[in-house]
């Protein structure tokens, strides 16, 4: 909020006393900001907790906020769950046979909505009974 006030803001001073009042009217809460938004994100856009922590560091929000958010979202398998459905969709989408390249394309598509690449191989293994590569992810090491 800040960064963007400044950009718009006619002096610092102007920023810092309508940050204040925005504190002392709570309406100015990270904690609040980083629930809300990790929930629209898993409940709506179906995204995984990797690419929620991404956004969220993104906009600034505190650590520590962001973990007590994505722990009250929901449980490893609630995650296992979308990616199944996810797989499930994709699969009708792409019909016919399954080869790598459609495998592969899946894969990194789990992997850019933010989910463990432990949970996509998993359930792409047991759904197509194929076998899919490790394949070495950065965005899950930043996250």
């Known amino acids: 909020m800040r960064k963007s006030l400044e950009r718009r803001a006619a002096s610092k001073e102007m920023v810092k006393s309508v940050l204040d009042r925005l504190k002392r009217q709570n309406l100015l ?34 650590d520590r906020h962001i973990e007590t958010a994505l722990a009250a979202a929901g449980t490893p398998e609630d995650e296992t769950a979308l990616v199944r ?5 994709k699969l009708k989408a792409l019909g ?20 463990p690449s432990d949970i996509i191989r998993r359930e792409i293994r047991a759904m197509t009974r194929e076998e899919v590569p490790e ?7 930043s996250a």
């Open 29 to 62: 809460d990270d904690a609040k900001y980083a629930q809300q938004f990790t929930r629209q994100r898993i409940q709506i856009r179906r995204q995984g907790k990797f690419r929620i922590a991404r956004d969220l560091r993104t906009r600034g929000v505190p």
């Open 85 to 89: 459905k996810r797989i499930e969709r």
């Open 96 to 115: 016919g046979v399954i080869d790598q390249r459609k495998i592969a394309s899946l894969y990194g598509s789990l992997l850019r909505l933010g989910f």
């Open 135 to 141: 394949i070495s992810d950065s965005s899950e090491e």
